[in-house]
């Protein structure tokens, strides 16, 4: 008896009830790899997002907010600054590998939209940012030509906003100096993209804030007790520390809460394609009720018949497992523009990471819960008595 070729065309026989049956189990896998894949490539976005920052620790002045993005919310108020001496305190300890120095000032713009609007400048040392922030690349141009310039590099969005491009003039809001762009970033999917980056020095002066700065990077050697360091840089009056090993480990477990309900949602997709087979195969057995009856008749034994009834549920698993890998690589797209959509902050990268070791996981677990799910129809059809099943009118 060929178990596989009665196992195959039995399922056959209900096309459509099939059909939908192994839609089921696609739908099912390819929520659980979504989900998994979103799971696994935001976490590893967000890791080189804030690895992309380029320094370890943030020293700024009590109170200051150190994002762009709630100075905005905030309106341009609550920069606090620190005299630029601070430098002098921490720049020859032997844990720092490189620092920079950074100048945020907002402006309100009147000309900015109806009701005009906050722009945020960033005053940045040209000889030693650059290298904190590998990633920039150059749509047009280039950085400053001189540390005092007046000179202007806008962010892939800034410049989309301002509608400049390298080689116009810009005339700064509350200021009578014209200012040149010089480069154009490419997108980086980071609140730098709306940034205005100008010469440190030459933002001091346009704004008059000679000798304050708002912000310190530091890289620490990778020897560097990083722990050890931050407990020495506490003791530095009026400077808050920012670790970005501790932002990190923030969203990380923000991240590991969210997982609880990714888990949820995918063990409940396993339920519903486990139900799905269980109805598909017990419908089909209760069908099939005087033929496996006869079968049993003419020497099948029960495990024969157990045996059976699994392989065409492992069919449908995989058929179904097959369906889900497709529309999971088929609409990965999709679903990533559909997060973003919702997550308008979301990391850079490939939110939704599919690998092999993925797919076999989830063939592996619907497999797994398909079978658990064909239990009871197998063991119905294992057990019936071919004399009362011979006689059933059904």
């Known amino acids: 008896m060929n178990f596989f070729t009665l196992a195959y065309k039995n399922l056959l026989r209900r096309k459509i009830r099939t059909f939908f049956t192994v839609i089921g189990i696609g739908l099912s896998a390819w929520v659980f790899i979504t989900l998994m894949g979103f799971n696994r490539g935001y976490e590893e976005s967000l890791n080189r997002d804030i690895e992309a920052m380029g320094f370890q620790l943030l020293l700024t002045a009590k109170g200051c907010p150190y994002e762009a993005a709630t100075l905005m919310l905030k309106g341009g108020t609550g920069l606090r600054y620190m005299p ?172 590991a809460s969210a997982k609880v309900i990714v888990l949820s949602i995918a063990a409940i997709a396993f339920l519903i394609a486990m139900f799905g087979v269980l109805n598909t195969v017990l419908m089909s057995v209760l069908e099939r009720y005087q033929e496996i009856g006869i079968l049993k008749a003419i020497g099948a034994l029960p495990k024969q018949i157990f045996y059976l009834v699994w392989l065409e549920t492992i069919l449908l698993c995989l058929w179904g497992s097959l369906v889900g890998i497709i529309m999971a690589f088929a609409f990965s797209g999709v679903a990533e523009q559909l997060v973003r959509y919702f997550l308008p902050f979301a990391p850079v990268g490939n939110l939704i990471a599919l690998s092999p070791g993925l797919i076999l996981q989830t063939l592996g677990f619907i497999i797994l819960t398909g079978l658990t799910g064909g239990i009871l129809p197998a063991l119905r059809a294992a057990f019936i008595r071919p004399l009362d099943a011979i006689r059933s009118e059904n």
Request: without cysteine.
């Open 84 to 255: 630029q001496d601070t430098v002098k305190k921490v720049q020859n300890a032997p844990e720092i590998a490189q620092l920079t120095q950074m100048l945020m000032h907002a402006e309100f713009d009147p000309y900015k939209g109806e009701d005009g609007g906050t722009t945020v400048f960033l005053g940045i040392d040209p000889t030693t940012y650059p290298a904190m922030k590998p990633y920039f690349r150059f749509k047009q141009g280039g950085w400053f030509t001189q540390p005092q310039a007046n000179e202007i590099v806008l962010g892939y969005e800034a410049a989309e906003l301002e509608e400049r491009e390298a080689g116009d003039l810009m005339l700064l809001p509350n200021t009578e100096q014209e200012f040149k762009v010089v480069g154009v970033l490419e997108r980086t999917g980071t609140q730098d993209d709306g940034m205005i980056f100008l010469p440190l020095q030459t933002l001091q002066k346009t704004f008059h804030k000679e000798n304050l700065i708002t912000m310190l990077g530091i890289r620490t050697h990778q020897e560097a007790d990083t722990a050890v360091f931050e407990e020495q840089l506490y003791q530095l009056p009026d400077v808050q520390v920012v670790s970005m090993a501790q932002v990190k480990n923030t969203i990380i477990s923000l991240v």
